[in-house]
């Protein structure tokens, strides 16, 4: 356990729905991470806060995607209109340095 | 743009042997490689990282070297046991923020 927790862990959803899912990062860390992981792959780049700033977000992040962190605390990655595609483990990480925490991810399936 | 590859994709040892983990990336800005190790359903764990201006490290039975001017990096699994058996990614790190993964390699031990 890395300190690093997302909720929920599993989300089913039927698509058109939209779905929202939350990282609570260890709470000395000022950096935050979203990947997205499908099967066979390693972790894709979604998003990197500092603090409450969303200093770059990935090609990978559609206009169905958003994020916050209001306060620089925890995180919520939002994804409208949800599609099959979109069916992934999505990761939170954090960290002050280079150094990522991840947590255990949210699995997503859509129907 | 930033790949990294990732080799070989599978690979089994017998419990006791070496096991070695090569990766190779493309942006000669990238200054920080840490490896991680997967388990099913859970998140990525860091195991090992290297920075730039260091060639090697060792940490136990891991060991990690660089070569800069190839963009060559390797991960070194000595007297391998069963419950090394996972998925590891390698990363580099551009930036201090955009991380890029290699697809991973599932390691088998067995017993």
């Known amino acids: 356990d890395t300190g690093v927790s997302q909720d929920p862990r599993h989300k089913i959803t039927k698509r058109g729905q939209n779905v929202t899912f939350r990282c609570d990062p260890i709470?000395?860390?000022?950096?935050l991470y979203w990947y997205r992981q499908t099967l066979g792959q390693g972790p894709e780049f979604l998003t990197y806060?500092?603090?409450?700033?969303?200093?770059?977000k990935s090609r990978l992040l559609s206009d169905r995607f958003s994020a916050e962190r209001p306060k620089g605390s925890f995180s919520t990655l939002e994804i409208q209109r949800t599609e099959q595609g979109d069916s992934a483990m999505y990761l939170c990480?954090?960290?002050?340095?280079?150094?990522?925490?991840f947590g255990p991810g949210t699995r997503l399936l859509v129907l | 743009g930033e790949n990294v590859e990732q080799h070989p994709s599978t690979l089994s040892v017998q419990e006791g042997d070496s096991a070695v983990i090569k990766c190779t990336y493309s942006?000669?800005?990238?200054?920080?490689f840490p490896w991680y190790k997967q388990e099913l359903g859970k998140g990525p764990q860091l195991i090992i990282d290297?920075?730039?201006?260091?060639g090697e490290k060792k940490d136990q039975r891991i060991a990690v070297t660089l070569n800069k001017t190839a963009k060559h990096f390797s991960l070194h699994i000595t007297e391998t046991q069963p419950e090394d058996s996972a998925v590891y990614f390698c990363?580099?790190?551009?930036?201090?923020?955009?991380?890029?993964f290699g697809a991973g390699t599932r390691l088998f031990v067995k017993a």
């Open positions: 990480a954090s960290g002050n340095q280079e150094t990522q925490y």
């Open positions: 709470s000395e860390h000022n950096r």
């Open positions: 806060f500092q603090n409450e700033a969303q200093l770059e």
């Open positions: 942006d000669s800005a990238s200054n920080y």
């Open positions: 290297i920075r730039s201006n260091v």
């Open positions: 990363a580099a790190e551009t930036g201090g923020f955009k991380t890029i």
